[in-house]
C-alpha cells in the first residue's frame, strides 16, 4: 500500500483506514523547555479529541527534537526512524529545534515523516493528516476535556516562563534555532501556576532558555518579581531550572531567600574553568566572577545544592585549562555536573576557529571531567546519610523486589524509599540511611507533609 508525503507538508496518496478515535504519543528530546513545550502540545491534542498513547498505540507520533549538539541531532534521526520503522505504520511528526534549522533531513528520513518546525501548529498539521485520511478527526467521550495533567504529570509540571537566548555564545546553536529572548506575559505564568495548583501539582519548575532575561513587557517585573507572584499562588513548592551565573544577583537572592517554597538547588552552567577558554566561548565571565556568585548564592540560602554544565574539548583547550576546570570544579564541590563534548555546529563562530581538538581526545577529557563530577557527587550523597528530607514522590518503583517510591528532594536528591501507602505527588518526610551510585536510599519518617502548606526540609 503506497504512501507518499509532499513537500507541502499535506497528505497525499492511498493512505490505512483511520482508526475511529486518532492515538497520538509524543516523544520529548533535549531541555526542560522541550519539555514543557511538548505538554502544551499534549494538553491541545487533549482538548482537541485525541488520545494520548505510548508510540506502539500510536496512530501519530510526534517527536520534539533537539539540535544542541551534534549527538543530539543524531538521537532526533534515530527516534524518528524508529517511531516510523513500527510495525503498525504510524504517521511522524518532527517538530522542534532541529526541525527548524534542518526540515529537509528530517522529512526525508521516511515516506510518512511530516515537519512542523513550529510547536504550536502540531496539532493542526495532525489534523491536516487525519484529514488526507479521509475523515475528521473524532473525539472520544470525555477525552477532549481530560486535564492534560492526569496524563502528564501527577506531581511535578515545568512552568515556561521563556525562550529564545541572545547570548551567541561561539559554540551555541539555540540562538539560531529559538530566536530573541521573549518573555511570556506575567498574567499568562501566574494563572499556569494556579491551574497546576489546582489540579494537585506540587512542584512547578520554572523553564526557560535563559530565564534570567524575563521582563514582564506590560509591568516592567522581572525574574525575582516572577517566581514570587508564582510562589503566592499557593504551589507548595517552586523550582529554577537554570539560570546563568551572572543573572544570579542580590535582588534576586534576597527574593528567594524569602520564599519558604523556594526549592534549594540552582543549576548554573560553568562550561569550563579556564578564563582563555571562557573568553573564546564569548561567556561573559572570569572563572573567579562565577566563584563569586555562587559563593554569594549559598551565604544567602543555606543549604543551597548547586549542579552545573560543563564542556569538554573546547577549540584551543589545552591539558592545562581542563586541570583548571576540574579544580574550580573542586572547589565548588558541585552537587551534580553534566559533562558536554564539544560539538562543532555549522554556522558557529567556534566552528571556524583554530586549534580544532581531536575526537579521541575530546572524548579522554570528557571521562577525566566526568570522574571529578562522580567523586563530587558520591561526596554530596555522602553528606545526605543520617539527616532527614523532604521528598516530592514521583513514580514507583522496585528495588530488591520490594516496591518503593521515588522522587526527588528541594535540593535536588533523588531518594527511593519503602512505598508504606504514599501515593504520587505525596511530600515525604525520608531519613536518609545510605546510597548508590545516583540515588539517596532511607526510610519514612511515619507522616506526610501537608500538600496545602509549605514544609521546610
Not at 502540531?122 to 470525555?142: H, L, T
Not at 551534580?336 to 579522554?364: L, N, W
Request: negative net charge.
Amino acid at each position: 500500500m503506497a504512501e507518499s508525503f509532499a513537500s507541502s507538508s499535506t497528505w497525499t496518496g492511498q493512505v490505512r483506514p483511520p482508526a475511529a478515535f486518532y492515538s497520538v504519543a509524543v516523544r520529548t528530546l533535549g531541555c526542560k523547555v522541550n519539555q514543557a513545550e511538548s505538554e502544551d502540545i499534549v494538553g491541545a491534542l487533549l482538548h482537541a479529541g485525541y488520545r494520548v498513547v505510548s508510540e506502539e498505540d500510536a496512530d501519530v507520533i510526534v517527536v520534539n527534537t533537539c539540535t544542541v549538539t551534534a549527538e543530539a541531532d543524531h538521537k532526533a534521526r534515530k527516534a524518528i526512524r524508529h517511531a516510523h520503522s513500527l510495525p503498525h505504520s504510524p504517521f511522524v511528526v518532527a517538530t522542534g529545534c532541529m526541525a527548524v534549522r534542518e526540515p529537509d533531513t528530517l522529512r526525508g528520513l521516511g515516506s510518512r515523516v511530516a515537519v512542523e518546525p513550529d510547536k504550536h501548529a502540531v496539532v493542526e498539521e495532525i489534523r491536516r493528516i487525519v484529514n488526507a485520511c479521509g475523515r475528521d478527526a473524532q473525539q472520544e467521550p470525555g477525552i477532549g476535556e481530560q486535564s492534560r495533567i492526569e496524563s502528564r504529570f501527577r506531581s511535578r509540571a515545568p512552568l515556561k516562563i521563556e525562550d529564545g537566548c541572545d547570548a551567541y555564545c561561539a559554540y551555541c546553536v539555540v540562538p539560531f534555532a529559538r530566536g530573541l529572548p521573549r518573555s511570556t506575559p506575567l498574567a499568562d505564568v501566574v494563572r499556569r501556576a494556579r491551574e497546576l495548583a489546582s489540579q494537585g501539582v506540587s512542584e512547578v519548575v520554572a523553564t526557560g532558555v535563559n530565564v534570567g532575561r524575563y521582563l514582564d513587557q506590560e509591568s516592567g517585573v522581572g525574574l525575582d518579581g516572577l517566581l514570587w507572584a508564582v510562589a503566592e499562588t499557593g504551589i507548595c513548592r517552586v523550582r529554577l531550572s537554570s539560570i546563568e551565573p551572572l543573572d544570579i544577583t542580590k535582588a534576586l537572592l534576597g527574593v528567594l531567600a524569602q520564599m519558604p517554597s523556594f526549592c534549594e538547588h540552582l543549576h548554573v552552567p560553568l562550561q569550563s574553568g579556564s578564563d582563555e577558554v571562557l573568553g573564546r566561548m564569548g561567556r561573559g565571565y572570569t572563572s573567579s566572577e562565577f566563584e563569586a556568585r555562587i559563593e554569594l548564592a549559598r551565604e544567602w540560602i543555606p543549604g543551597l545544592s548547586v549542579t552545573t554544565d560543563v564542556m569538554a574539548g573546547f577549540p584551543g583547550e589545552t591539558a592545562e585549562d581542563v586541570a583548571q576546570t576540574a579544580a574550580v570544579c573542586e572547589r565548588i564541590a558541585f552537587a551534580k555536573m553534566h559533562v558536554f563534548r564539544y560539538s562543532r555546529r555549522p554556522g558557529t563562530s567556534a566552528a571556524e576557529m583554530p586549534g580544532q581538538v581531536d575526537a579521541g581526545e575530546i572524548a579522554r577529557r570528557a571521562r577525566c571531567l566526568r570522574d571529578v563530577g562522580d567523586r563530587l557527587h558520591s561526596s554530596w550523597l555522602d553528606a545526605h546519610v543520617g539527616s532527614s528530607a523532604e521528598v516530592l514522590v514521583e513514580q514507583f518503583v522496585q528495588r530488591d523486589g520490594r516496591d518503593r517510591v521515588a522522587g526527588t528532594s528541594r535540593d535536588y536528591l533523588k531518594v527511593e524509599a519503602p512505598a508504606d501507602g504514599f501515593s504520587v505527588g505525596d511530600l515525604v518526610q525520608v531519613l536518609v540511611t545510605g546510597h548508590d551510585t545516583e540515588t539517596a536510599l532511607g526510610e519514612a519518617v511515619p507522616e506526610v507533609a501537608d500538600k496545602d502548606s509549605v514544609v521546610e526540609s
